[in-house]
């Protein structure tokens, strides 16, 4: 038994070498002070982002250290304190686009190597880098269309809106896209006529979700455009999804009648719905557990369980809800409490539809519809 015993402490020896050589290794990162600027003619000093290097060394000495940001020097951007070999920059951009930032640090360890039969040293030089792709959106206030959209003028909107998307100088900006699809969705609200804009709350969904995909750093997240997005948000929800729904008890049920003709056509209505709001959501997870069953519903349950399958540990996962908007958070509620119905009868029990119903009852617990589906329908799933 002794070599076995032996055999142990060596390995474990070596796992805690392995280990302690792993953890000494050096480190790199920094941190950026924000991410959305919004560009100020009145306060041009303002248009800055603080850059901080983090070097854990480990044991090594740094060399040297070099920051490089996309665009072009002295022309889209500038330092304004340190440089590129600083390792605190403030940097102030003058142009608006998206910009991608990258640090390397080189750095050299001692290395002891044999010399016949003497040990001498001598330095190995390396470096380590961090790239963040689209780190800072510079935007601009954008103030003649933010006139003319407090105006209603809708329609004048649409159409300053679209010579400021097809600018070079926006190309990457969503601010343009955004009232672009404040006008267009302005005139489905007044039902306002251009024969050029036949359909413009199509039109105002596609430049909404131009914006989104655009949005790398939150331009959405600004109030008055989130304000607006969630109301939007809201609208295709409701005319899309949740007017077709029926209710049972309190909480939502799909339609359940004889008549397979409108059964078809709800479906197909919702289908369209879903996919148009996963368009116009920066948060997707929320709308999953509601697109896996309005599919199952309509009859498409391969793609429904395969929903489930992919999107079931990213909802269970989930820890807070920060950042959904109201509309978000109403359509995870919603998506749940079908789901759970569509799991229940896919499956013949309430296991998999518990699982979904106890992850959210924290946050929709006290809710007339999801306490009447949970607490009454479900029995607190088992819960006392």
Not at 1 to 10: A, D, E, I, Q, V
Not at 52 to 62: E, I, Q
Not at 246 to 269: A, H, I, M, T, W
């Amino acid at each position: 038994m002794k070599p076995m015993k032996n055999f142990k402490t060596l390995f474990l020896f070596a796992f805690l070498l392995v280990s302690t050589f792993l953890s000494a290794q050096p480190k790199l990162s920094f941190t950026e002070s924000k991410q959305i600027l919004i560009l100020d003619e009145e306060s041009k000093n303002g248009n800055s982002v603080d850059l901080n290097a983090n070097f854990v060394s480990a044991g090594t000495k740094k060399i040297s250290t070099l920051w490089t940001i996309s665009g072009t020097k002295d022309k889209d951007w500038k330092f304004i304190k340190g440089d590129e070999k600083s390792d605190q920059v403030t940097v102030q951009f003058t142009k608006v686009g998206t910009y991608s930032v990258s640090l390397i640090v080189a750095f050299s360890r001692t290395k002891k190597v044999k010399n016949g039969a003497e040990e001498e040293t001598e330095e190995e030089e390396d470096e380590l880098s961090v790239e963040k792709e689209n780190l800072i959106t510079v935007t601009n206030n954008l103030d003649e269309l933010t006139q003319i959209h407090a105006d209603s003028n809708f329609v004048k909107l649409v159409k300053k809106a679209s010579d400021y998307v097809v600018k070079p100088k926006y190309a990457g900006d969503p601010t343009p896209n955004i009232f672009l699809a404040k006008g267009y969705y302005g005139m489905y609200r007044k039902a306002l006529k251009d024969p050029a804009i036949p359909e413009p709350f199509d039109e105002a969904i596609s430049a909404t979700a131009a914006a989104i995909e655009m949005d790398q750093n939150g331009v959405f997240n600004t109030s008055i455009h989130k304000i607006w997005l969630n109301k939007f948000q809201n609208e295709v929800v409701n005319v899309g999804i949740l007017f077709n729904l029926d209710e049972e008890s309190n909480y939502p049920v799909f339609y359940s009648g004889d008549n397979l003709e409108r059964k078809n056509e709800l479906n197909s209505q919702m289908v369209d719905g879903i996919e148009q709001y996963l368009s116009i959501t920066k948060n997707p997870i929320a709308a999953k557990m509601l697109e896996a069953a309005i599919r199952y519903n309509s009859k498409d349950t391969k793609t429904a369980s395969l929903i489930w399958k992919e999107e079931m540990n990213n909802i269970l996962k989930l820890e807070n809800l920060e950042k959904f908007t109201e509309t978000d958070l109403k359509v995870l509620k919603v998506g749940v409490i079908l789901s759970a119905q569509m799991l229940t009868l896919r499956d013949k029990n309430t296991t998999e539809a518990c699982k979904l119903l106890n992850k959210v009852e924290p946050w929709y617990g006290t809710q007339k519809d999801f306490y009447s589906y949970y607490e009454k329908a479900m029995n607190k799933c088992g819960k006392q």
